[in-house]
């Protein structure tokens, strides 16, 4: 019984920083098969966004809306690789273009999956937004009615 302890000693430090490890990963987002096809499916919507309004009536994906929440926790740039560049930066004070693929730390990055039939008018549709807090990784990612 004595000699067991010291085994006990040495696997309950190492139980404990394998959970704590788990529970700081974050979000729900794991590379399965699920996870693939949700994005897969994101990415097609996106494709399907007509690039010109002006022939098109105004258009809302029929993706807009579905639950992306299994989603949280996914490293900003698993995201752009899926999805392609975000269309827009955005934080509490500014709007700007990515300069490359990614937004600047700073500033979380949107997709639109809407086009209005009027070129001139900005906003009002569904927007996903990685809400990333200056992190490598979306804390939530969740949909927004830009205006």
């Excluded at 190492?14 to 499916?41: M, S, W």
């Excluded at 700073?106 to 937004?129: C, H, I, K």
Aim: with cysteine.
């Amino acid at each position: 019984m004595i000699s067991s302890y010291p085994d006990f000693q040495f696997a309950a430090p190492v139980a404990v920083a394998a959970f704590l490890i788990a529970c700081a990963t974050p979000g729900n987002y794991r590379n399965d098969a699920t996870h693939k096809e949700l994005l897969q499916k994101l990415r097609q919507c996106l494709v399907e966004v007509p690039i010109s309004g002006e022939r098109h009536k105004d258009f809302v994906s029929p993706c807009a809306g579905m639950d992306v929440s299994s989603l949280n926790g996914i490293a900003r740039s698993r995201l752009i690789d899926a999805l392609g560049p975000a269309r827009f930066c955005i934080s509490q004070t500014e709007t700007n273009f990515p300069e490359k693929d990614d937004c600047p730390a700073d500033q979380n990055p949107l997709w639109s999956f809407y086009r209005l039939a009027d070129p001139m008018t900005m906003g009002g549709g569904p927007e996903l937004v990685c809400v990333a807090n200056k992190s490598t990784h979306c804390l939530t990612l969740e949909w927004q009615r830009s205006k």
